[in-house]
């Protein structure tokens, strides 16, 4: 064995100076006669060795660690011996056990779960819940509110009303029966009008007694934006119709009343109308900033003195 070439520990089998009496690896004694001659590359050799604290390579002409800085051990003053440098700390991520985790075994190393931060507060999660859920009823509603509308510019309403004395009139729109046993009265009484929706176009109506007998017919042409229809087949002659206006706040005094035709008995509403065989209230409650109103009713009237 030549002079200085090193030894390996009989203990760990790791490369030591042949000079030093403990093994800093082990930290045990390198017996004499013990020790076995290093096979292969020498120690002055560009070697890479693997640091003792971190476990990087690097040479093993350096004196120390290039990664954290531990000495070189292979290369410690003769009749020294050097002790591994303590590990750099690093910080340790915060953990915590599975809520489920079994009972670990005697010695086996237990498993760990890193805990992430929460990317945002419950309580952001909350006011968004509060901001969003309120708007999407809204559209909801604004989009109901608009198909309604759309529907009944394209389907206005057609309101019955039957004064012949023959209970069980029946209403016949273009060949099929539409509205069935309507009942007879010569006094306003809105629970016994009826109604049904006309679509676009011409179409034929009949008014039928129980026994299939014709009372009275019409004709129509429905256009979009039509305001609505009054049917009383063979009208009394006693009975007629009118269209009231009230009006409310600076418009108190621009009301009226618009007898409707008394040779008819067909009448298309060209005006917009709040309610039907029932007179306008005293009071109406208006949005803020509205200084005056009207509102329009179609009313059952006496044809006495007009």
Known sequence: MEKNEPIRCPHC?????????????????????????AAGPRIGARTPIKCQSCHKPFSDLLKA????????????PTGETA????????????????????????????????????????????????ILYPAAVIAVICAVAAGYSWFAEGSPE??????????????????????????????????????????????????KGADGRLVDAASVTVERGAKGFLFAPARHPEVCFALETAGYGTWSGG??????????????IDKH?????????????VTKGTRGTFDRAVRMVSCEGR
Do not use: Y
């Open 158 to 207: 057609l309101w019955v009303v039957n004064t012949t004395g023959i209970d069980r009139l029946s209403i016949w729109v273009d060949g099929e029966e539409e509205i069935d046993a309507v009942p007879s009265t010569q006094l306003e009484d809105k629970a016994k009008a009826r109604t049904a929706r006309l679509s676009t176009g011409s179409h034929k109506l009949e008014a």
């Open 255 to 268: 009301g009226g009343s618009e007898l409707l035709d008394t040779s008819s008995t067909f009448w298309t």
């Open 13 to 37: 089998t790791r490369l030591v100076s042949p000079k030093v009496a403990v093994c800093p690896f082990c930290r045990k004694p390198v017996q004499a006669g013990v020790a076995q001659p």
């Open 83 to 130: 002790a591994p440098a303590p590990a750099s700390p690093k910080p340790a991520p915060s953990v915590v056990p599975p809520p489920t985790a079994a009972p670990t075994e005697a010695g086996a190393p237990r498993r760990l779960v890193l805990v992430e931060p929460a990317s945002a507060p419950a309580e952001s999660s909350r006011l968004k819940e509060k």
């Open 65 to 76: 660690c290039p990664h954290c800085g531990a000495p070189n051990l292979a290369k410690a």
């Open 273 to 285: 109308v709040d309610r039907w065989f029932e007179g306008s209230p005293d009071s109406l409650s």
